[in-house]
C-alpha cells in the first residue's frame, strides 16, 4: 500500500495538486454489489436514458461533434436513409458493410445503399467460423469503403459509441473501412460512463455480459510520432453520427 500511496502522490504532483486523496483499499471494491443492486441499478439507468432521451441526445450531438463525429440530426427515416447515401454517392463507394443492428433496419438502409450503386454486405463476427471464414471476412472489410453500425449504447458525457461485437457485428465493421456510419436512437444513450458500466455490471452477474467491447470518441487518432497528432493511423479517418428523431 506504500508503494500506491508514493505512486498516486507523484501523480497528484505531476498534475500540478496539492490535495493528495488517499488510496482506496482494494478490499473497499473488490466485492461490488449483488445481484439485486446491480439489476436495480442497470434498471435506473435505462428508465433514465428513457426518460431523458431528447436531453441526452442533444448533449450527446454537442459532445460527439467536439470529438470529431460529423453529426447529422435526421428529422425521420427517409431523411436518415438519404443522408447515408449521400455518403456513399460522395466517397464514391462500391461496397459497404453492414452490421445487424435493428435500427439500419428501421431506416431502410439496405435499399438506400444498392439503390446508389454499390454493393452491401454484412460481416459477421468471426469467433464461430473456420479460419477459412475468417479470412474472408477480414477481406470484405478491409476492402470495403464504409462501414455501418447502430449502436448499444452511446455516452452523452463524452460523445462516445458503444459497441459488442457479436453474430451479426464484426468489430471490424467500424474499424476497417476509412468511414464509419453509426446510426442512434435517442433512446440508446446513456448520460455518463458509470450508466455503462452499470449496465455492464449487471450483464456479468445475470451471465449476459459480451466478450469485448469497443469505445468510440470520434476518428481514429495517434500522436505516437514526435507527438504529432495523425488522423486515420488505426481506425476510421471519418465518422458519421447519424441521430434519429425521438
Request: glycine share 8%.
Amino acid at each position: 500500500m506504500a508503494d500506491r500511496a508514493k505512486f498516486i502522490a507523484g501523480v497528484t504532483a505531476g498534475l500540478g495538486r496539492t490535495e493528495v486523496l488517499s488510496p482506496i483499499s482494494i478490499t473497499e471494491t473488490a466485492g461490488f454489489e449483488d445481484a439485486a443492486t446491480a439489476k436495480a441499478n442497470a434498471d435506473k439507468a435505462s428508465t433514465d436514458a428513457s426518460e431523458r432521451s431528447i436531453e441526452l441526445a442533444d448533449q450527446m450531438a454537442e459532445e460527439a461533434a467536439k470529438a470529431g463525429w460529423k453529426v447529422h440530426r435526421a428529422s425521420n427515416a427517409e431523411d436518415a436513409a438519404s443522408y447515408i447515401a449521400r455518403i456513399c454517392v460522395e466517397k464514391k463507394a462500391t461496397s459497404v458493410l453492414r452490421s445487424n443492428h435493428d435500427a439500419l433496419d428501421q431506416i431502410g438502409v439496405d435499399a438506400a445503399i444498392t439503390n446508389t450503386g454499390a454493393t452491401l454486405d454484412t460481416t459477421e463476427h468471426s469467433g464461430d467460423y473456420s479460419q477459412d471464414q475468417i479470412e474472408k471476412s477480414k477481406s470484405k472489410a478491409f476492402s470495403a469503403e464504409i462501414g455501418i453500425t447502430g449502436v448499444d449504447y452511446a455516452i452523452a458525457e463524452t460523445g462516445t459509441v458503444v459497441l459488442h461485437p457479436r453474430s451479426g457485428l464484426s468489430r471490424l465493421v467500424s474499424l476497417a473501412p476509412p468511414t464509419h456510419i453509426a446510426v442512434l436512437r435517442p433512446g440508446e444513450v446513456l448520460d455518463s460512463l458509470d450508466e455503462l458500466f452499470a449496465m455492464e455490471r449487471n450483464d456479468f452477474m445475470s451471465g449476459e455480459l459480451a466478450g469485448s467491447m469497443n469505445l468510440i470518441s470520434g476518428p481514429s487518432k495517434t500522436a505516437d510520432i514526435e507527438g504529432t497528432t495523425v488522423t486515420g493511423i488505426h481506425g476510421p479517418l471519418e465518422v458519421h453520427l447519424v441521430i434519429l428523431a425521438g
